[in-house]
T-cell receptor
Framework: AQSVTQLDSHVSVSEGTPVLLRCNYSSSYSPSLFWYVQHPNKGLQLLLKYTSAATLVKGINGFEAEFKKSETSFHLTKPSAHMSDAAEYFCVVSDSYYVGATNKLIFGTGTLLAVQP | GAGVSQSPRYKVTKRGQDVALRCDPISGHVSLYWYRQALGQGPEFLTYFNYEAQQDKSGLPNDRFSAERPEGSISTLTIQRTEQRDSAMYRC????????????FGSGTRLTVV
């Protein structure tokens, strides 16, 4: 079975400082991994995705994530936080790359990022 | 359309009533998914269609929940005899291909059962 664990339910950073949101995954297959962001009263927006190409994935708004198979991790980072980054972030795994896959997404429980001025 | 459209945005219903939630995917998108997101949780998979065929309904919690996509485009999620525990955000997503593609999510329908 596939799953993701987001290690922090809340993260607070100051504007201009680095962001690190941690995620560990469990998968019997070579996984597809994603980070989604959800702003208040908005839909889910795809930040970036890993699908077995480069292990360092660059996404929108300056975010990136590194796939580390040895550590089963897919942490999300950004060098410098902006006030507009305050939102809830979800780490997600998909079963998309095997025969019979449904491509359904399995979400983590989310990390709420607060950015202090 | 330009995005995935869900209606209504908000629905308040009395316990025991039936509700129908609508999803209009991006034009030409083959796959359509329904998810449910309880407060403070991540979305959970409910069901999935390729064209008009319901490929996986393993996430539907019980037989009060059903979904259809009769012409391979618009989909309806129906909850019969609603209960308070059904209160949640119901999200629809569509994808342009059947596997490995990224999703586009709609803004969701917030269902409150009173």
């Amino acid at each position: 079975a596939q799953s993701v664990t987001q290690l922090d339910s809340h993260v607070s950073v100051s504007e201009g400082t680095p962001v690190l949101l941690r995620c560990n995954y469990s998968s019997s297959y070579s996984p597809s991994l994603f980070w989604y962001v959800q702003h208040p009263n908005k839909g889910l927006q795809l930040l970036l995705k890993y699908t077995s190409a480069a292990t360092l994935v660059k996404g929108i708004n300056g975010f990136e994530a590194e796939f580390k198979k040895s550590e089963t991790s897919f942490h999300l980072t950004k060098p410098s936080a902006h006030m507009s980054d305050a939102a809830e972030y979800f780490c997600v795994v998909s079963d998309s790359y095997y025969v019979g896959a449904t491509n359904k997404l399995i979400f983590g429980t989310g990390t709420l990022l607060a950015v202090q001025p | 359309g330009a995005g995935v459209s869900q209606s209504p945005r908000y629905k308040v219903t009395k316990r025991g009533q039936d509700v129908a939630l609508r999803c209009d995917p991006i034009s030409g998108h083959v796959s359509l998914y329904w998810y449910r997101q309880a407060l403070g949780q991540g979305p959970e998979f409910l069901t999935y269609f390729n064209y008009e065929a319901q490929q996986d309904k393993s996430g539907l919690p019980n037989d009060r929940f059903s979904a259809e996509r009769p012409e391979g485009s618009i989909s309806t999620l129906t909850i019969q005899r609603t209960e308070q525990r059904d209160s949640a955000m119901y999200r629809c997503a569509s994808s342009h291909r059947t596997g490995g593609g990224g999703y586009t999510f709609g803004s969701g329908t917030r269902l409150t059962v009173v």
